[in-house]
C-alpha cells in the first residue's frame, strides 16, 4: 500500500503538457510541396552564393612573406638566431593600381598551434581583470611562467603573454625620391568586450605601482605599463596589441590586426607607387618552423576575402536544383502511371 502511494506521488500532473496531449501539427510531405520548395531554396542559395562569390572577388588582398629563410631574403641577415635583437629588415614592393581603403594591416604566422590545450589555457583570469591579490600570487594554470628563476611573481603571466608576437613595423611611400611615412592608427583594434568588460587594469594610480613586486614576461622587453609610451591609456591588460594576441587562434595559420590606415592622404587606401616596409625584426619563428608575413586587405559588407562561404552556398543550392530534379524524375516515372 504505502509502495502504490509512493508510485502515485512520482507521477507527473495529469494535465496536457505532462500527459503530452497538446494539439500537435505534423505536415504531410508532398511531392508538389517538397519538390518546388527545393527548387526555391536552391535558387535562394544560389543568388547568396553568387552575391558573396563576386564580392569576394572584388576585395583586394596583398601578401608579403618575411620570414627570411631563403638568402635573397631582405630578411635573411635578421632571421639568424645570433642575430642582433634591434635587427631591422626593409621590404620593398609597389602597387599597381589604388588599394581602395580603409586599408587594413595584418601580421600573420604559420605553424603556430595557439588552440594547443596547455598552451590556450596558460593564463590567469583573475589577474588579467585587475585583482591585485593575483599579482603576488598567480593561477598555477600559468605554469611554467608563474615565477622567474629568484621567486618574483610574473604579470602578466602564462604562455600565451610571455609569447605575445612583438615584431613593428613602419610603412612608407617613395614620393619624389623622399619616403612619406604612411600612418598607422592603432585604436579599437581589439574586441570590443575585451576592452571594456573581459580585461581590466588594477585601479591605481599611476599604473606602475600595481606591478611593484613583480616582474614582467621573460621574453618581453617592456613591462606592461609601458607597452605604449606615447599613450599611457593603452598600457597595461588593456592595450590593444595585447588585447590582440590574447585572443588565440583556432588554426596553426593565422593572421591578426596590427594597424589600420584610414587617415590624411590614406583615407580612401594606398595610392598606385613604390613602397618600403620597415620592420623590427624581433620574433624568431624558424625553430618550429613557422612562417611570418604581412597582410594589406579591405573588406566589403560580407567582411574579409573569403571565397570557400561563396562556393559552399552555390555547391548546397546546386545540390538542392539536382535533388528536385531527380525527385521529380522518380516522381513522374512511379507516380503517374499509377494514377492512369
Not at 608579403?64 to 642582433?84: E, W
Not at 570557400?308 to 552556398?313: M, P, S, T, V, W
Amino acid at each position: 500500500m504505502v509502495k502504490q502511494e509512493e508510485e502515485l506521488a512520482n507521477r507527473p500532473d495529469n494535465t496536457a503538457f505532462t500527459q503530452q496531449r497538446l494539439p500537435a501539427w505534423q505536415p504531410m510531405l508532398s511531392a508538389g510541396i517538397v519538390i518546388p520548395g527545393f527548387v526555391v531554396i536552391g535558387l535562394v542559395f544560389i543568388g547568396i552564393g553568387v552575391a558573396l562569390f563576386v564580392t569576394s572577388q572584388s576585395i583586394q588582398v596583398m601578401e608579403i612573406d618575411y620570414t627570411g629563410i631563403d638568402t635573397s631574403s631582405p630578411c635573411f641577415k635578421c632571421s639568424d638566431p645570433n642575430a642582433s635583437k634591434k635587427c631591422v629588415c626593409q621590404l620593398d614592393f609597389n602597387i599597381d593600381t589604388l588599394f581602395k581603403g580603409p586599408v587594413f594591416f595584418y601580421y600573420g604566422l604559420s605553424n603556430y598551434f595557439q588552440n594547443y590545450r596547455k598552451y590556450f589555457a596558460s593564463k590567469d583570469d583573475n589577474q588579467l581583470s585587475g585583482d591585485l591579490t593575483y599579482f603576488k600570487s598567480p593561477s598555477d594554470t600559468c605554469s611554467p611562467y608563474e615565477y622567474d628563476s629568484n621567486d618574483r611573481p610574473i604579470v602578466p603571466c602564462g604562455a600565451v603573454a610571455n609569447s605575445m608576437f612583438n615584431d613593428t613595423f613602419k610603412l612608407y611611400q617613395n614620393v619624389n625620391g623622399k619616403q612619406k611615412l604612411v600612418p598607422f592608427d592603432g585604436k579599437g583594434i581589439a574586441w570590443w568586450t575585451d576592452y571594456n568588460i573581459k580585461y581590466r587594469n588594477p585601479s591605481v594610480t599611476p599604473l606602475k605601482n600595481a606591478f611593484n613586486g613583480t616582474v614582467k614576461p621573460l621574453f618581453w622587453s617592456k613591462p606592461a605599463y609601458e607597452l605604449d609610451p606615447s599613450d599611457p591609456a593603452n598600457n597595461g591588460f588593456i592595450n590593444q596589441d595585447f588585447l590582440v594576441w590574447m585572443r588565440r587562434a583556432a588554426l596553426p595559420d593565422f593572421r591578426k590586426l596590427y594597424r589600420r590606415i584610414t587617415d590624411g592622404d590614406y583615407a580612401e587606401g594606398l595610392p598606385a607607387g613604390n613602397y618600403s616596409l620597415q620592420i623590427a625584426y624581433n620574433y624568431p619563428v624558424q625553430s618550429f618552423g613557422g612562417r611570418k608575413k604581412v597582410v594589406f586587405s579591405n573588406v566589403s559588407w560580407m567582411g574579409g576575402k573569403n571565397e570557400f562561404l561563396g562556393i559552399a552556398y552555390l555547391v548546397i543550392g546546386s545540390m538542392c536544383i539536382v535533388m528536385s530534379i531527380v525527385m521529380l524524375i522518380v516522381y513522374a516515372k512511379f507516380k503517374f502511371p499509377e494514377e492512369d
